[in-house]
């Protein structure tokens, strides 16, 4: 039998996701809704089986392993598996470099 996981935003996950859905709806709002409505589907799909998730690359060279990823193309939703829950982390476009988003929101804290 498997076991069942509760998928949980966080804050910094859901502004993430509010503040893509913004900038894509001032061009295209059917595009915004199609975006909200794929990233969340792939984030509920890793509440059900989250080691299906890879471990997020540019994390596991430095040694980090606790946060895995899954692609809803071209965005990357990063999650950690805690005890029974999953907790969506963050939400990034693949196409940006991981290190420099990570650290501006770092530094914006």
Do not use: C
Not at 9 to 14: G, P, R, Y
Not at 39 to 45: N, P, Q, T
Not at 64 to 89: F, G, K
Request: no cysteine; aromatic share 10%.
């Amino acid at each position: 039998m498997s076991q069942a996981y509760h998928l949980v935003w966080t804050a910094n996950a859901l502004e993430d996701l509010l503040e893509i859905i913004a900038y894509i709806k001032e061009d295209n709002p059917d595009a915004a809704e199609r975006v909200y409505r794929s990233i969340r589907e792939k984030a509920e799909s890793s509440s059900f089986f989250p080691l299906k998730g890879r471990v997020v690359p540019e994390l596991e060279r430095e040694g980090i392993t606790l946060y895995r990823e899954i692609v809803a193309p071209p965005w990357r939703i990063i999650y950690r598996i805690m005890d029974e829950r999953v907790y969506v982390m963050a939400i990034v476009d693949s196409r940006r470099n991981l290190e420099d988003l990570l650290l501006r929101k770092l530094l914006k804290k």
